[in-house]
């Protein structure tokens, strides 16, 4: 942990702690990678004589499945989730690319029209730049996207400090913890768990503020000062 660390956790930190406003709102976004999976490969039949110490199958015995799969290639869910109202955009995409960065943007600028600026929290991939609209689109048009947002970086290896990560979590654990063979299919499944967590308004109760990152990290604090004390 470094002073440029601490200085972008802090930085974060502040921006949640903002009291809500629908003209700023807060919104937090990552992507995050899917295989998609096909059939599971059959197992054999059970011989007519199992060997010994062996059962065949047996009704109301849960089904056999193999571990093996075959896989059908991959996918990105690209997330964006404002805590304060506990709505969330979510797109499955075939790749995470900077065109694919620049559309998502240009969705979630439109998913809030009445917004001053749009407060980003998110890491710092190097696809995650307003270069990227001006490598996808006209410049009065990048120079437009680029002033809907005001950006927040969370420091490097830090993923833990954007909110997002924890929805990210709950959609995994809700619709990808099955076998998906098609884009088209994740997609649906993605769509239901969102249109679900949107209705029930979920969002996440944020624990780790700046003053308790002070007095929980303070050895950090003392030690970055300590190393540029005057000799």
């Known amino acids: 942990m470094n002073a440029a660390f601490v200085a972008r956790m802090e930085d974060v930190l502040a921006v949640y702690e903002r009291p809500y ?3 700023f709102p807060v919104v937090c976004f990552d992507a995050r990678p899917c295989v998609l999976h096909g059939q599971p490969v059959p197992l054999p039949p059970v011989p007519a004589q199992p060997a010994v110490g062996e059962q065949p199958a047996k009704a109301g015995r849960p089904r056999r499945e193999s571990s093996t799969y075959v896989r059908q290639g991959t996918a990105c869910l690209l997330v964006a989730f404002e805590p304060g109202l506990g709505q969330r955009l979510v797109e499955v995409s075939a790749r995470r690319t900077g065109a694919d960065y620049c559309r998502f943007r240009q969705a979630l600028a439109a998913t809030y029209p009445q917004a001053e600026k749009i407060v980003l929290v998110q890491d710092n991939l ?7 609209f001006y490598q996808h689109l006209p410049a009065a048009e990048a120079r437009a996207l680029a002033a809907r947002f005001e950006v927040h970086y969370t420091p490097k290896n830090a993923s833990w400090l954007n909110m997002v990560e924890l929805e990210r979590s709950a959609i995994a654990r809700q619709c990808l913890h099955q076998r998906i063979p098609t884009q088209d299919e994740l997609t649906a499944h993605v769509a239901a768990c969102v249109a679900e967590r949107n209705a029930a308004r979920a969002t996440v109760k944020w624990q780790f503020t700046l003053e ?3 007095v929980k990290l303070d050895r950090h604090y003392q030690k970055i000062r300590a190393a540029n004390l005057p000799d």
Do not use: C, E, M
Request: proline share 8%; aromatic share 0%.
């Open 21 to 23: 406003h629908p003209l």
């Open 126 to 132: 190097n696809t995650h730049t307003d270069a990227v």
């Open 212 to 214: 308790k990152a002070r």
